[in-house]
């Protein structure tokens, strides 16, 4: 959904892009990346299912937490990935990682890929704009900009995605409140890079990028709902299609741009390891769960805690400096963000009123 970019897929969900989004989730998803990154899911409705009551039903709060988790990780993973490998050797690690995850449990349902060509090549368009192309700009972005910086530019996905919809989609209409979180979200970008001193301290190519990642997510999700949103596959199956796609994408690229690498350190391997099975396959797997037991719009609360944990894993763990205008910036992007995911309440018949008059 996004999507720390988890691994948007294309199923229609969600409303932002976290670090998990596919093309099931992105054609199921009225939001991510993330969304979603997105991952990051996107659906195309928005009803809300009500928590079931029972045992195992109540604790979906839990997975909520370990998504919310692996997603703010990820812009971590990404960044101690990038000190052992090259970037697109990242993503690639990472797409094909999360790829076999997926197919794993593809294959355990004894589910089957698409079968029908047209499929195959939306879910190419798909892939790119989900994951190669924003998991590539992710990683070159973080050999220069903070992981903490990255985490909140991902942040950002809902308000491209609100912007472009308006110019894409027909059924989406700007209200004043979506309007305002659109101008307030881009006001705390402002407020992030320090605007005011000249974007001082700043890479700007860098957070560029990051920018451009997230904008990604909001393209490739606007292209799944146009094209996707009535396709008859399960998520497992369109999101396994969609990262083998981006697998094979980056697998023809990578070494055009970067040669073999010598030596495999164990830490930046595991940290691709971990950013491509948790962060893109197991996250998917439990964004879906989420989804179907409580609905889009409660699970897509998750991209709002992902800048938190990235900023949180970035100072504490890698030691990135925080200055004050990237948390309160952070804090403005996500309200404006709020704001451009509400809906006007649908309207109310008049009621009928009787003449108690009589002739």
């Not at 939001?31 to 996107?42: D, E, I, N």
């Not at 037991?293 to 998750?302: D, H």
Request: charged content about 10%; some cysteine.
């Amino acid at each position: 959904m996004s999507t720390a970019t988890g691994a948007p897929t294309a199923s229609a969900h969600t409303t932002t892009n976290p670090p998990a989004t596919t093309a099931c989730a992105a054609a199921d998803k009225d939001a991510a990346t993330t969304t979603a990154p997105a991952a990051a899911s996107l659906r195309a409705t928005t009803a809300t299912a009500a928590p079931k009551a029972g045992g195992r039903a109540s604790r979906w709060q839990l997975r909520f937490a370990v998504l919310s988790l692996v997603w703010g990780f990820s812009f971590l993973f990404i960044k101690v990935g990038t000190q052992g490998f090259a970037p697109l050797q990242v993503t690639l690690g990472r797409v094909g990682f999360g790829a076999l995850v997926l197919l794993a449990v593809l294959a355990v349902k004894r589910e089957r890929l698409p079968r029908s060509p047209r499929t195959w090549a939306h879910l190419t368009v798909a892939a790119f704009f989900l994951n190669a192309l924003p998991f590539s700009l992710f990683a070159y972005a973080e050999l220069t900009i903070p992981s903490t910086l990255a985490g909140i530019c991902n942040a950002t996905s809902p308000l491209w995605g609100m912007a472009l919809s308006v110019i894409a989609l027909s059924e989406d209409r700007p209200t004043r409140r979506r309007v305002a979180g659109l101008g307030l979200g881009f006001l705390g970008v402002l407020t992030v890079l320090g605007a005011w001193q000249g974007f001082a301290g700043t890479d700007l190519t860098g957070t560029v990028m990051a920018l451009g990642a997230s904008l990604s997510y909001a393209v490739g999700w606007i292209y799944v709902r146009r094209t996707l949103a009535g396709v008859q596959h399960s998520h497992l199956s369109m999101s396994s299609t969609q990262l083998l796609l981006a697998a094979a994408q980056l697998a023809v690229v990578t070494p055009l741009f970067t040669t073999a690498p010598t030596s495999y350190p164990l830490i930046p391997l595991l940290a691709v390891f971990a950013l491509g099975a948790l962060g893109t396959g197991l996250a998917f797997l439990i964004q879906y769960g989420l989804v179907a037991e409580i609905g889009p719009t409660t699970a897509q609360m998750v991209t709002y805690f992902v800048p938190v944990i990235a900023t949180a894993a970035g100072v504490t763990l890698l030691h990135e400096q925080l200055s004050w205008n990237t948390p309160v910036g952070a804090l403005i992007v996500l309200a404006g963000a709020a704001l451009t995911q509400t809906r006007p309440r649908p309207s109310r018949p008049a009621p009928l009123r009787s003449d108690a008059s009589a002739d």
